[in-house]
């Protein structure tokens, strides 16, 4: 069965540090991974999604995530956070024909000035 | 063009009582899903629509549980009679023909008391 795990609930990074968010998945199949984020009182927002082509996904707002198989993992980075990046992220793995969603249980990014 | 919409934004209820919850999708689109966040834990495939049929409702949790979606458009899920453990976070989320990108709504809050 497949299955995501988020290391960290919560993640505290200062304004322009590196940002790294942990995903890794289980998958009997390739899978399709995908970032969203949460803004405060906002809905979930695609941030970015790996649909077997590149390793190495490009996403919104300066985001990246790079697809690891032997590692099983799909970490996101932004290299400089800022301060409206304060949000919660979360993976999630693609199942089946339906593509229904399986979800991490999300990270909680702050950014401290 | 529009974006996924829900309704209402939140809602409270008393335990017991009923209440239905409305997504419209992203015009066009024949897959509408449902996930719900219950406070602490991860985002949860609910089902999942095909048009008006349903492909999948094994997340359904119990039979208060009502999803429909007539004709194919607007869908509605009805919780009856509502419980304590009912609370959370309702999204849905809408995607092309075999699109793997889901777009999803701004969730609908609701809270049994």
């Known amino acids: 069965a497949q299955s995501v795990t988020q290391l960290g609930s919560h993640v505290s990074v200062s304004e322009g540090a590196l940002v790294l968010l942990r995903c890794n998945y289980s998958?009997?199949?390739?899978?399709?991974l995908f970032w969203y984020v949460q803004y405060p009182n906002q809905g979930l927002q695609l941030l970015l999604k790996?649909?077997?082509?590149?390793?190495l996904v490009k996403g919104i707002n300066g985001f990246e995530a790079e697809f690891k198989k032997s590692e099983t993992s799909f970490h996101l980075t932004k290299p400089s956070a800022h301060m409206s990046d304060a949000a919660e992220y979360f993976c999630?793995?693609?199942?089946?024909?339906?593509?229904?969603?399986?979800f991490g249980s999300g990270t909680r990014l702050l950014v401290r000035p | 063009e529009a974006g996924v919409t829900q309704f209402p934004s939140h809602s409270v209820i008393e335990k017991g009582q009923t209440v239905t919850l409305r997504c419209d999708p992203i015009?066009?689109?024949?897959?509408l899903y449902w996930y719900r966040r219950v406070m602490g834990k991860e985002i949860k495939f609910l089902l999942h629509?095909?048009?008006?049929?349903?492909?999948?409702e094994s997340g359904m949790p119990n039979n208060r549980f009502l999803a429909e979606r007539t004709g194919g458009t607007y869908s509605t899920l009805k919780v009856q009679p509502a419980e304590l453990e009912d609370s959370g976070v309702y999204f849905c989320?809408?995607?092309?023909?075999?699109?793997?990108?889901?777009?999803f709504g701004p969730g609908t809050r609701l809270t049994v008391t």
């Open positions: 015009s066009g689109h024949d897959n």
């Open positions: 629509f095909v048009k008006e049929s349903k492909q999948d």
């Open positions: 790996y649909t077997s082509a590149a390793t």
């Open positions: 998958s009997s199949v390739p899978p399709y």
């Open positions: 999630a793995v693609g199942v089946d024909s339906s593509y229904k969603l399986i």
């Open positions: 989320a809408s995607s092309q023909e075999s699109g793997v990108v889901q777009y």
